[in-house]
Nanobody, 124 residues
Framework: QVQLVESGGGLVQPGGSLRLSCAAP????????IGWFRQAPGKEREGVSC????????DYADSVKGRFTISRDNAKNTVYLQMNDLKPEDTAVYYC?????????????????WGQGTQVTVSS
């Protein structure tokens, strides 16, 4: 079953934490990069974090370094995004994507498959 399903979004106060999950049945992590992207109203979709095939090397946007951590559970075919110290500017719809072929894994144009998104709202 080729699909991506995000979960874990919600409303949180500044400084709070959320953990997003991306269930990715049918995607072999030896061949697919998995990325987290976000899109705020009126803005382009931007890369947040990604994890590369096989070795699991990771990349992060500068804006989230030190606050967000991407990880994967190969047995569950699930990728997580732990988000700490959330800020209002993190508010967006967060999407999970899968890329079979990519040049730069934070580039949304490289991704072939997308989930439906989960809303993250950080508000005081």
């Amino acid at each position: 079953q080729v699909q991506l399903v995000e979960s874990g979004g919600g409303l949180v106060q500044p400084g709070g934490s959320l953990r997003l999950s991306c269930a990715a049945p049918g995607f072999d992590f030896r061949y697919y990069a998995i990325g987290w992207f976000r899109q705020a109203p009126g803005k382009e979709r931007e890369g947040v974090s990604c994890i590369k095939p096989r070795d699991g090397d990771t990349d992060y946007a500068d804006s989230v370094k030190g606050r967000f951590t991407i990880s994967r559970d190969n047995a569950k075919n699930t990728v997580y995004l732990q988000m700490n110290d959330l800020k209002p500017e993190d508010t967006a719809v967060y999407y999970c994507g899968a890329a079979r072929t990519y040049y730069y894994c934070l580039d949304a144009t490289q991704y072939d498959y997308w989930g439906q998104g989960t809303q993250v709202t950080v508000s005081s």
